[in-house]
């Protein structure tokens, strides 16, 4: 499953790049979302980030 959430996020990336790019907020947003629903989606299941690491930093 991790790997099909990081192939959906990416997935998802481009198409909030082509969204960005019409200035299609909408279609932005809900990419977006996606994104951070398939980030969540693999944290939970990595589970607990060892400490000192931060999570969600780019």
Known sequence: ???????????????????????????????AERMDAHTAALAATAGPAPSGQLVGAH
């Open 1 to 31: 499953p991790a790997d099909l959430h990081r192939r959906a996020h990416a997935l998802a990336g481009r198409a909030l790049v082509v969204a960005a790019s019409r200035a299609d907020t909408t279609a932005a947003i809900l990419a």
